[in-house]
């Protein structure tokens, strides 16, 4: 865990100050890591110290013989408090770090000078940037998302819907039997047992509405809510972050810092359909003014850590992002947007044009003609 030395100032501050995350059993080898680093775990690894007081990410791996093919990424958000001591404990069936009763951070209090030189010191170094991707994710926000279990784990753990080991249940089923010939692919993967995840375990993003109108609208509030997606939104902060938008930005990084660092790629196609619904909403962006301007920086942070073909289609060799930050741009040209907002995006667009030559000038794909499917019953005079 050797890294650039903090000034002497902080690290003193930091020591006196700083929480204790003890880490116990981990297999030598093993990946380890706290926020935006990680480490193979060494014989004498005992937990990390000096860690700033507020919400962290410890994510772990397991390995193979050597050091080599190493496991899922399992990780748990923490939010500690000033000379806290947290104690984890490795479980060897779950590959994962659990935590211990609280009274085993106290019984360990005053043993912490002898723990000292097992302890290796908080990456100061990648801090302030842990901080941009997470400043918006409060204790209260990350133990409102995260998975009732705790364990955030890059593959879902699932089981089947329902029986399907023996003759009689697949029988019930309309399922042929297991040694029956499989004369197609799509027949194969139509004998593949149902699978749900098991409870628990999901994050517990906001639920994104699949229909973006209102039951009952005309066809042309129909297209009009399909090529703005405010009252989508409005669905949403309604159900979850009533009188707190801020909260969305919340939900944002926490499904980014989920992939970016614990693997999830659910997470990253949640977050994906939020910023959809985010930049698509002309007329939110005009009511809630601090939560775009907030958006931007979000987006500035996050942006900067992944690499500028990453959003492009492998198949139609579209970029996801260009497309939609270039509605999000062209809605913030209106003049019901404050001044200091538009400002503030056109200067991120100038900014992703440098870094990543992307070209926001062509015509936005939502000034084409939108085909829009009508509900059943639903008829155009």
Request: glycine letters at 6%; one cysteine or more; aromatic letters at 10%.
């Amino acid at each position: 865990m050797a890294g650039p030395r903090p000034d002497p100032e902080l690290a003193r501050q930091l020591f006196f100050e700083g929480a204790t995350v003890v880490v116990l059993d981990v297999p030598e080898g093993t990946e380890f890591g706290i926020d935006y680093s990680a480490w193979a775990v060494g014989p004498r690894f005992r937990g990390v110290k000096m860690v700033p007081p507020g919400l962290h990410f410890v994510h772990c791996s397991a390995t193979g013989a050597g050091g080599r093919d190493a496991g899922p990424r399992s990780g748990r958000f923490l939010s500690l408090r000033r000379r806290e001591v947290r104690v984890l404990r490795w479980d060897p069936a779950g590959e994962a770090v659990r935590p211990e009763p609280p009274e085993q951070g106290e019984a360990l209090r005053d043993r912490l000078r002898e723990l000292d030189p097992f302890l290796g010191p908080y990456p100061y170094e990648t801090l302030k940037k842990w901080v941009s991707l997470s400043n918006f994710i409060s204790e209260a926000a990350a133990e409102e998302l995260q998975p009732e279990s705790g364990q955030i784990c890059a593959f879902a753990e699932v089981l089947p819907e329902a029986a399907g080991r023996h003759t009689r249940d697949r029988a019930g089923q309309r399922r042929p039997p297991l040694d029956a010939e499989c004369r197609s692919y799509a027949e194969g993967l139509a004998r593949l047992p149902r699978m749900r995840p098991r409870a628990g375990t999901q994050i517990r993003f906001s639920e994104l509405p699949r229909q973006a109108f209102p039951a009952g609208a005309s066809p042309e509030e129909i297209t009009r809510h399909s090529m703005d997606l405010s009252y989508a939104l409005q669905r949403v902060m309604e159900q979850r972050y009533p009188g707190r938008p801020l909260g969305l930005l919340a939900e944002l990084q926490f499904a980014f810092i989920c992939f970016l660092i614990g693997n999830v790629y659910d997470a990253f196609e949640h977050w994906k359909r939020l910023l959809n619904i985010l930049c698509r909403s002309e007329e939110a962006i005009g009511k809630y003014q601090d939560l775009y301007i907030n958006l931007i920086s979000v987006l500035y942070h996050q942006l900067n850590e992944i690499p500028a073909d990453f959003f492009v289609d492998i198949v139609s060799q579209d970029n996801f992002l260009t497309s939609t930050l270039q509605v999000l741009f062209s809605c913030m040209c209106s003049s019901a947007v404050d001044e200091i907002l538009r400002k503030k995006a056109e200067k991120f667009k100038a900014h992703l044009t440098k870094k990543f030559k992307w070209d926001f000038e062509a015509e936005p794909d939502d000034c084409a003609p939108v085909v829009v499917q009508l509900p059943e019953g639903v008829q155009v005079d």
